[in-house]
């Protein structure tokens, strides 16, 4: 009996094994697949196409959360009449959907016209030669659109995408404990005064975190790459954040808790009524009028650095049309729809999502399903696009991990800074 | 039951060939089925890690030879990530096996609603590891989580401790994690080697005037041994390719980044499939040396039983 079991022990560890070769290499297998034969010179989408366009347009992206995706298909569909739009979900969450693009875009599939592509992916998509060159769309549509947001989707001087809508951080804050922030250093100093108005981020190491750090790195003048692409972060203002950040946590300004808080359990944390200040994104407005909150908060834009003016990061999502769209003039046509200022109106009032149309944000209807548009145009207007590179995620890895370890307490701000310029250079060495 | 015909080594007469044979003729279908979902991916992987692919080139590769391991080798990255997924195994492991002994010796007992109890004990198990990962980061979750709450409540330490910001804390987390999700897997294997020991052996040493612990000692703890052996086994290489918990749990902060996250981060959000490659051989590596070490010394435990024993 037992001789048999020794024997089996062997067999099981071959099949042991085989499945861990099969668990840990089946994943490599899938990055090198299919590749284009180096990056190809775009073709570029015609604006005038659009006009005469047919047949049917599939949008590809993440899941359909609050159903805007599928809400804007089905309203061009019925507005234009002679082009059908459909939406396809192909992951559950950010991360998920941009392999599945990828994996897509790499194997040439023909399947989706048109991909949803965070503000964030535009310059690893455009330099791989994926994306439909969408200068002329955007020129002819420029006028309609806010120009901080068409810069996420500017990858050397041409428009890969068009936005759709956008996303900046907003600042709520408890009215009756403590004074709606002008800057971050009085944001902080009134956040200490008391043990309930305390200051609850995203500070967890991940995407987030790169997020929550550069709005406070823009604001007070520093930055990740200059004009010319060149590594910028080692700088007194990058030192200068990183120790307010810190003492932040050490004061009681900030919970110690944020370390371990990516959007919705600092959302949570805030609704207890523990803290006078949260910095979150737009949705969280319509999620915390749902408790007992609701009447007792205030929204405003992110604060400015002291001495300087506010300026935050913008997040949101872009339209782009794949290299390998069968149905380009319905792309365009199924765009200029997504844009039209009437349309951007119900992206606010049925959706709750950041219009990328300055004009929506005046508008009667939208301010009264979205009382804080103003503060929300203001934090759009002054945000800038997180660093353009085709290597954005090792250079937002860099920036997030180094962060973390001297908010943890496990790094020194020198060091951090450092560290964080050499790997950002690496990073950049690797394109 | 082992038929000694087809022990290799033995006297070769022609029936012996005969039979080898039929044997090479029927394992051949699997054998070439373990290639193909062993042998190529393998061999693709290895191809892969000895090359070079940037974001820029769109997947043309540039063959580098060993490059990309010696600048994985010479990270400070690989090795912390090594450490502290050794770290991790050692600590998981070492309490699977001694709580999956306890737990096997007490199912192991005749009484009532014992198969229920079976059951039971093996739900952990049957969680997908992350669900039971989103539910531990939430009991762990200062300011509202049970854990962090009930602490508090009863006036304990650790109520006011951010136990997935701080290092040490969150590996204790992690650790506790995956001992309360795969001690029933190990208590399960431990049972079944209980169950091969005869009761007279038992019955046996009592006539001798052995004490229940004396019979525990030296009764049930050798002949459990390589049933314990084949659970350590098991854990061990799981452990060590460890990643759906720090990943959910912690992303990899405050001492957590497993060898299996730092290839994932660079094969699927880098797209660095040269250097993910090579992390993933060199995580593949540790596992087979660890699990080799294993079967030479442990397995050769194995063996010495099953003699003894007949």
């Known amino acids: 009996m037992i001789e048999l079991r020794a024997g089996s022990l062997r067999t099981r560890l071959v099949t042991v094994a085989a499945a861990a070769i099969a668990a840990g290499l089946l994943i490599s297998g899938c990055g090198g697949g299919a590749a284009p034969q180096g990056a190809e010179q775009a073709a570029a989408a015609d604006p005038a196409s659009g006009a005469n366009a047919s047949g049917s347009v599939n949008i590809c992206g993440v899941k359909d959360a609050s159903g805007i995706y599928k809400g804007t298909a089905e309203a061009f569909t019925k507005a234009n009449g002679k082009v059908t739009a459909k939406y396809t979900e192909i992951g559950a969450t950010t991360d998920e959907a941009r392999t599945q693009i990828v994996q897509r875009l790499e194997g040439k599939s023909t399947e989706c016209d048109i991909f949803l592509t965070d503000v964030i992916w535009t310059s690893e998509f455009a330099s791989q030669g994926w994306l439909l060159d969408q200068t002329k769309l955007v020129e002819a549509n420029k006028d309609r659109l806010i120009p901080s947001t068409v810069e996420t989707t500017k990858y050397q001087d041409k428009y890969w995408a068009s936005p759709f809508f956008t996303n900046a951080g907003l600042v709520y804050y408890q009215k009756d404990k403590v004074a709606k922030p002008e800057t971050w250093q009085q944001l902080y100093a009134e956040a200490a005064k008391a043990p309930g108005n305390g200051y609850v981020y995203q500070g967890k190491q991940y995407e987030g975190l790169t997020v929550n750090f550069l709005e406070m790195l823009y604001s007070a003048g520093g930055e990740v790459l200059d004009d010319k692409g060149e590594v910028a972060i080692d700088s007194p203002e990058t030192r200068k954040v990183l120790d307010f950040m810190s003492n932040g946590l050490k004061n009681g300004s900030a919970d110690r808790a944020v370390l371990t808080y990516n959007e919705d359990p600092a959302r949570l944390a805030y609704e207890s009524g523990n803290f006078g200040y949260q910095r979150n994104w737009p949705h969280v407005y319509r999620l915390l009028n749902a408790t007992s909150l609701a009447g007792s908060f205030g929204v405003a834009p992110l604060p400015a650095w002291e001495g300087g003016k506010a300026s935050g990061v913008l997040g949101g999502w872009n339209l782009a049309i794949s290299a390998h769209a069968t149905n380009q003039s319905g792309a365009v046509a199924f765009i200029d729809f997504a844009t039209t200022p009437e349309w951007q109106k119900h992206v606010a009032m049925d959706y709750s999502q950041a219009p990328v149309n300055e004009a929506a944000y005046s508008d009667a209807a939208v301010l009264q399903k979205m009382p804080f548009a103003t503060e929300l145009l203001a934090s759009v207007k002054g945000a800038k696009p997180r660093p353009i590179s085709p290597v954005y995620p090792q250079i937002s890895q860099a920036i997030y991990k180094n962060v973390y370890a001297v908010l943890s307490g496990t790094a020194s701000a020198e060091d951090a800074v450092k560290k964080m310029a050499e790997e950002i250079t690496t990073a950049k060495a690797s394109f | ?310």
């Open chain 2, 1 to 310: 039951m082992a038929n000694k015909t087809l022990v290799p080594g033995r006297g070769v007469n022609g029936r012996d060939r005969a039979e080898r044979r039929l044997a090479v003729r029927m394992t051949a279908p699997s054998l070439v089925i373990m290639a193909l979902v062993a042998a190529v991916p393998i061999g693709y992987a290895i191809w892969l890690s000895l090359n070079q692919y940037s974001v820029r080139t769109a997947g043309l590769s540039r063959f580098v030879g060993l490059e990309n391991y010696i600048s994985a080798l010479s990270s400070s990255e690989w090795w912390a990530a090594f450490g502290q997924t050794f770290l991790f195994a050692g600590l998981s492991v070492s309490l699977e096996l001694a709580l999956g002994t306890a737990m096997a010796l007490l199912l192991n007992l005749a009484f009532k609603g014992r198969a229920l109890l079976r059951t039971v004990v093996l739900l952990p198990y049957a969680i997908i590891t992350v669900v039971s990962a989103i539910t531990w980061q939430t009991m762990f979750q200062p300011n509202m989580g049970l854990v962090t709450n009930v602490l508090s409540a009863l006036g304990l330490p650790g109520g006011d401790v951010v136990w997935l910001g701080e290092h040490g804390y969150a590996m204790a987390v992690i650790v506790l994690a995956d001992v309360w999700k795969t001690t029933p897997f190990a208590a399960l294997i431990i049972l079944a080697g209980l169950q091969v020991i005869s009761s007279e052996t038992y019955e046996a040493a009592e006539l001798d005037g052995a004490s229940k612990w004396q019979a525990f000692v030296h009764i049930t703890l050798p002949l459990l041994r390589p049933a314990i052996v084949l659970a350590a086994i098991f854990r061990t290489m799981d452990a060590l390719r460890v990643f759906d918990l720090p990943f959910v749990l912690t992303r990899g902060a405050n001492g957590t980044e497993s060898m299996s996250m730092l290839a994932y981060t660079q094969l699927r959000e880098n797209r660095l499939v040269g250097e993910g490659s090579a992390l993933s051989i060199l995580t593949f590596l540790t596992v087979m040396v660890v699990s080799v070490i294993y079967v030479r010394f442990a397995g050769g435990n194995i063996r010495e039983v099953a003699k003894e024993e007949q």
